[in-house]
């Protein structure tokens, strides 16, 4: 299972990214994807997940400025990410599983497959 991450950069606080994770290897309509962010030093901190069948799940942090989205005919998640803040600024990580339950979404032990981070910067 391969997770390519994508989209960030260097944005002014206000403005808006769009992380793009592309999982492969797996029936993608059965995957849990989510993201996390890790800033130096720090635990990974849960930011959104989605399901095939049910509402995605958001960190109160990023609830309201963030949207988890997927397109299934490309197999690909996207995470919009507007009116960021210099306290985003991390890297962030997209995750795959086929098997994690809602309940565990939060706790990054429990996901399966990651990919490899992505820089987000927000300057102030």
């Known amino acids: 299972v391969q997770l390519q991450a994508s989209g960030g950069g260097l944005v002014q606080a206000g403005g808006s990214l769009r992380l793009t994770c592309a999982p492969s290897?797996?029936?993608?309509?059965?995957?849990?994807v989510g993201w996390f962010r890790q800033v130096p030093g720090g635990e990974r901190e849960f930011v959104a997940a989605?399901?095939?069948?049910?509402?995605?799940k958001y960190s109160d942090s990023v609830k309201g400025r963030f949207t988890i989205s997927r397109d299934n005919a490309v197999n690909t998640v996207f995470l919009q990410m507007n009116s960021l803040r210099p306290e985003d600024t991390a890297v962030y990580y997209c995750?795959?599983?086929?098997?994690?339950?809602?309940?565990?979404?939060?706790?990054?032990?429990?996901?399966?497959?990651w990919g490899q981070g992505t820089q987000v910067t927000v300057s102030s």
């Open positions: 989605s399901r095939w069948t049910t509402t995605p």
């Open positions: 995750a795959a599983d086929s098997r994690i339950i809602l309940s565990s979404l939060t706790d990054s032990t429990k996901w399966d497959y």
């Open positions: 290897g797996l029936t993608f309509r059965s995957l849990t």
